[in-house]
């Protein structure tokens, strides 16, 4: 039996993130306040030891993971597999939702192919190599962070733990709490190949169960 922990954490708040800008694969700084979120997630982690530490090729991640990263005894491997969907010719645009036939729909869950971009299908498909690399890659109890995206961090929800984006989002509203909040940690598990859902991130106290489809 092999069991690899992860903890997956969003990145510290953006300039990108304050004037709700599409961020993709464009870069974006941290603000002063996401460093200091950053602060905050490396000093709740701290006392957690980890084998190997991943993070988006990205500056926001980067940053966000070499905060993070001081408490531990740990290289940064930046990976582009944990980039945020690519929004193509969108990248940097004011960030409206998007609706098709009058429902909302996520970003991401568009097709951005004829504009240079990502669709779901390419991107879940990197998502499952990506983690399946991590997998492969540790040994039996190793225990890996991951710094990445909001994006990458819903559709893991979704594509691995059937989590209703719905109701986990209004769930969120009726806490007064972001979906993904910046700096949050998402646990998860795979044990022989099976991936399993320890923390929701911004719900730390609500079970998987509570949520899945």
């Keep these: ?3 690899v922990r992860f903890f ?10 304050l004037t ?5 694969w464009s870069d974006s700084p ?12 490396g000093e709740k982690l701290k006392d957690i030891h980890f084998d190997r530490c991943y993070c988006s090729d990205f500056t926001r991640a980067r940053e966000t993971c070499e905060i993070i990263a001081r408490y531990h005894d740990c290289p940064i491997i930046p990976d582009k597999g944990l980039r945020e969907f690519n929004f ?8 409206t939702h998007a609706y098709i036939d009058g429902v909302r729909v996520r970003w991401s869950k568009l097709d951005y192919t004829d504009i240079y971009g990502e669709n779901p299908e390419i991107f879940d498909k990197r998502i499952r190599k990506t983690l399946d690399s ?15 995206h909001r994006g990458y961090s819903t559709e893991i929800l979704e594509l691995l733990f059937k989590i209703d984006i719905t109701r986990y989002e209004e769930m969120c509203r009726q806490r007064d709490v972001e ?7 998402m646990i998860f598990e795979n044990t022989d190949g099976v991936y399993s859902l320890k923390q929701i991130p911004g719900l730390e ?6 949520l899945q489809k």
């Excluded at 941290?30 to 997630?41: D, H, K, N, S, Y």
């Excluded at 193509?88 to 960030?95: C, S, T």
């Excluded at 979906?179 to 940690?185: A, M």
């Design 1 to 3: 039996m092999k069991t």
């Design 8 to 17: 997956y954490v969003r990145h510290g708040q953006t300039i990108f993130n």
């Design 20 to 24: 709700a800008k599409a961020q993709g």
């Design 30 to 41: 941290l603000t002063p306040l996401g460093i200091q979120q950053a602060e905050e997630t």
């Design 88 to 95: 193509g010719l969108k990248e940097g645009e004011p960030y």
């Design 134 to 148: 991590f997998v492969e890659e540790a040994a039996d109890g190793d225990q890996v962070l991951l710094v990445g």
């Design 179 to 185: 979906p993904i909040p910046n700096g949050s940690v």
């Design 205 to 210: 106290d609500v079970p998987a169960s509570q």
